[in-house]
């Protein structure tokens, strides 16, 4: 029941070639900041800077395209059915098949002659349990 | 110093780098003071279009299962594909509500119609499906015709936006667009659940039935309804649930309605059980009191329940069981299946508390009873 997809990485031309300008830009800026450090030149700081921003806004980007593919994947959540005995009270849990119902008779008990009964059938999330504040 | 010094020292540098810099950011400048808000337009628009994309893609998904399921179940001997591509296109169209009196019946018959029709068609595409699996099947097919009306709706905004680049038709539907995800991300679990025949959310007031009615002799009512006698707490109580295990609501106002004139309007109270939608920040599975006729739906059933109970002036109780929308139509939760047990106190303790021994009490769990038995 698993449905990972793989779907065609996409990018369009106009993101890429921005992408590649800034980065062009930033690597220079970086390295005129590196030179002017070495002449001991104030501006270098501002060159770090707009070097470091430049870095920081096209790796954004590429992780913005990478995020948007990665949302399609739909998830599933497995479903569980719960099989008691009517006489001992003996429980069978398995994963959910095809005709299975609430109620439904499952057969008879293994461990005594009882009769079997679908009694619950439901799903389990596993959520991340954080602290709500309200 | 020449120019190009001077505008390299202001920006802190100097040579060449300094002056592309200085364009770059005067560009800019300029660029945002004309074209902004275009280029917010843009920006949305192409959020709309990835949504779009996603939309498209839970579509075929959706289509595919219902259509694979059919193969599956129905055995049919030609390619279903076509003609499920013509069941996601079909519309209903409501009746004309300029004069409103007797509205009701006329939307209840075009439901009628519909539903028959639907299964109808499904009993073509599916011959070899048994009674539950046609309705299963028709409940699949349903979620996926929503499925393709978001995904036009949507795609119809898109294209006109793009068209016009009117800011207005971009906005309003890029600013409903979260909410309008999660309505078809909640089909789409749906879809799955019903083609599986997992019991759902909304089952949860069919499955409070269904555990008070469990051994008891049932009888058949109108319309796909099942109604038991229970001796409950020194009552007796008509359990009303809609026929399980397939996937149908079926008409629990008829079956109230019917009740309470073969027992000629002597009903103490009617207590139905339904699940409804919870505000964010409830927690699902919680179980809430109330009065009135607790039942969703078209307002038809609820109308003639309403009809009934003022002709005896029956008093009418409701306990409802909180969950969300994509709760509702995905397989059951477990605080939800847990809640049942819960209600059915509330059901007794109401039961104690409203009416004396030997009373006559009609309860009704109101939802989809797919993957519930009775
Ligand atoms: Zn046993």
Redesign the pocket.
Known sequence: MDEEEKPVRRLSSIVLIIIVVVLALSASALYQAIDLYLKQDVASGYYLLIGFLGLAFSIYMLLQTRRRMRRFALKTTPVTTTIT?Q??D?KNLREFERGDFILKEAGS?T??D?TMLISAIYRELKEKVKEERF | MDPSQILGAQFGGEGPLGWIFQVIFTLLFIVMIFYGQRIQMYVMIREIQGSLIRLRFIRDKGVKTAIDTIKEIGKPETDPTERVYQFLEYVTILPQSMDPAGIVWKLEHILDIREDRFKDEVRLMAPSADETNVNNLENTLEAAAALNIIYKVIRHFYILGKKTLSLYIIMQIQMLLPLIMREAEAYSSALKAFSYGQPIGDGAGPLVAAKLMHGRRKKKIEKDCVVAKVPLEGRTTYVIKAEGPGGNVGKPGEAIKRVIEETDGKVATIIMIDAALKLEGEKPGEVAEGVGAAIGGPGTEQYKIEESILKYKIPIHAVIIKEDIGDAVSPMRKEIFDAAEVAIDRVKRLIREKTKEGDVVIIAGIGNSIGVGQ
């Open positions: 005995c006489k001992c003996f008990c461990k005594c009882g």
